[in-house]
């Protein structure tokens, strides 16, 4: 099957790292952001979010810090797995909006060396 | 949160024909979404699909392309017309459940040829 990773940014780290992805988003107005995890062959898979009014947000595992001065979202994934190997992606929107439109980054491949 | 399926899971088809791909989900929800990812790219939103209204489509996307039904509150479908190579993509449906939270189906990958 084909891959959605292959022109993608990669990161590649050692089992049991810890693993760091960074995102970049567009708008400042944007109040919601999620973090999706797209193992291949896969639809995304909801890992973690955060709201604008919050800077930091942990889940098993993994932390997303949010830095709106400079509009950057990051995912640290502690004790990185081989089950960890995925595209990921941050996603932003105004969550006020009508119709809450997700807009999409352009992933990173994440993968992860035994 | 929800279980979404996908009908096809993947298809070959030749240009110029059409797919109707489905999207079931096993609770009802208001507000679906259609998404496109080429290989190697983002997902792109196609249109909003909310059950008894018209959907809204994106910039790029025309509803005579990318006709989309939407009959009741567990059920949508999108076809893609009058296929072209630049068509092979997979096609993702998703559903908005809760305030923010949105989940996504395991995609068809369509590859016209």
């Known amino acids: 099957g084909e891959s959605v990773g292959l022109h993608l940014p990669t990161l590649s780290v050692q089992e049991g790292d810890n693993s760091i992805i960074n995102c970049a988003y567009s708008n400042s107005a944007s109040d919601y952001f999620i973090w999706y995890k797209q193992e291949s062959g896969k639809g995304p898979q909801f890992i973690i979010d955060?709201?604008?009014?919050?800077d930091k947000r942990q889940g098993q595992r993994v932390t997303v810090l949010l830095n709106k001065t400079v509009k950057h979202l990051s995912l640290q994934i502690a004790a990185t797995q081989p089950g960890d190997s995925a595209v990921y992606f941050c996603?932003?929107?105004?969550?006020?909006?009508?119709?809450?439109?997700?807009?999409f980054g352009k992933g990173t491949l994440l993968t992860v060396n035994p | 949160s929800a279980v979404i399926s996908q009908k096809p899971s993947r298809d070959i088809c030749q240009r110029g024909t059409s797919l109707t791909i489905q999207c079931q989900v096993d609770s009802q929800v208001t507000m679906m979404f259609w998404y496109r990812q080429q290989p190697g790219q983002s997902l792109t939103l196609i249109a909003t699909?909310?059950?008894?209204?018209?959907?809204?489509?994106e910039s790029g996307f025309v509803i005579d392309k990318f006709p989309i039904s939407r009959p009741n509150l567990t059920f949508s479908t999108l076809t893609v017309s009058n296929m072209s190579p630049e068509d092979s993509s997979i096609y993702l449906c998703s559903v908005r459940q809760g305030l923010r939270e949105q989940y996504f189906g395991p995609g068809t990958r369509l590859t016209v040829t």
């Open positions: 699909a909310n059950q008894g209204s018209e959907a809204t489509y």
């Open positions: 955060i709201r604008s009014n919050m």
């Open positions: 996603a932003e929107t105004l969550s006020g909006g009508s119709n809450y439109k997700l807009t």
